[in-house]
Antibody, heavy 122, light 109 residues
Framework: EVQLVESGGGLVQPGRSLRLSCAAS????????MHWVRQAPGKGLEWVSGISWNSGTTGYADSVKGRFTISRDNAKNSLYLQMSSLRPEDMALYYCAKGNKLGITGSYFDCWGQGTLVTVSS | EIVLTQSPGTLSLSPGERATLSCRAS???????LAWYQQKPGQAPRLLIY???SRATGIPDRFSGSGSGTDFTLTISRLEPEDFAVYYCQQYGSSPLLTFGGGTKVEIK
């Protein structure tokens, strides 16, 4: 069974940093691209970032470009999101999502974790 | 960036009725790279449809997707109680930006 378990969320002050993690199991992790998708309270879904199977290609939403960095460790079956210069508008539930193929282009999300909540407030 | 506009924002229907949800793109979605997701309160989204019309594994055949170019539709032929939820479309053909529509809530009338 495919499982994605996010961790690392919490309360952080504006301007500070936070690192999210996603532990994957039940599939061959390095055969697939991985993504982060967020959902602000009561709002819709927003794709945040994606990374190809070998970390060769990454992509970011304009809203986080230059502040967030996605990475993965295939040996540990783990995905990460380093978030810096956090803003109140970054407050959301952050989902880890599995892509359906190696690359991020043409990749939809066929499995989702339950999310980790990031609260940005002073 | 491709902008996806979903309509209506809310659909009020009774169990057993047919639901028709629309997703319109600001420019053509290449190779019909359009997916639909269902999200229930307190749950993560679930993939329903990919490639505009292919059902994901385990999805009942009352769910169907159609369309191409800029206009796409998700149809639920006969609403079951568990189908009342929010539905999102997503395009994944425009690299590197993958965008979602704003969602359609299907509620019980």
């Amino acid at each position: 069974e495919v499982q994605l378990v996010e961790s690392g969320g919490g309360l952080v002050q504006p301007g500070r940093s936070l690192r999210l993690s996603c532990a994957a199991s039940g599939f061959t992790f390095d055969d697939y691209a991985m993504h982060w998708v967020r959902q602000a309270p009561g709002k819709g879904l927003e794709w945040v970032s994606g990374i190809s199977w070998n970390s060769g290609t990454t992509g970011y939403a304009d809203s986080v470009k230059g502040r967030f960095t996605i990475s993965r460790d295939n040996a540990k079956n783990s995905l990460y999101l380093q978030m810096s210069s956090l803003r109140p508008e970054d407050m959301a539930l952050y989902y880890c999502a599995k892509g359906n193929k190696l690359g991020i282009t043409g990749s939809y999300f066929d499995c989702w974790g339950q999310g980790t909540l990031v609260t940005v407030s002073s | 960036e491709i902008v996806l506009t979903q309509s209506p924002g809310t659909l009020s229907l009774s169990p057993g009725e047919r639901a028709t949800l629309s997703c319109r793109a600001s420019q053509s979605v290449s190779s019909s790279y359009l997916a639909w997701y269902q999200q229930k309160p307190g749950q993560a989204p679930r993939l329903l449809i990919y490639g505009a019309s292919s059902r994901a594994t385990g999805i009942p055949d009352r769910f169907s997707g159609s369309g191409s170019g800029t206009d796409f539709t998700l149809t639920i032929s006969r609403l079951e109680p568990e189908d009342f939820a929010v539905y999102y479309c997503q395009q994944y053909g425009s690299s590197p930006l993958l965008t979602f529509g704003g969602g359609t809530k299907v509620e019980i009338k």
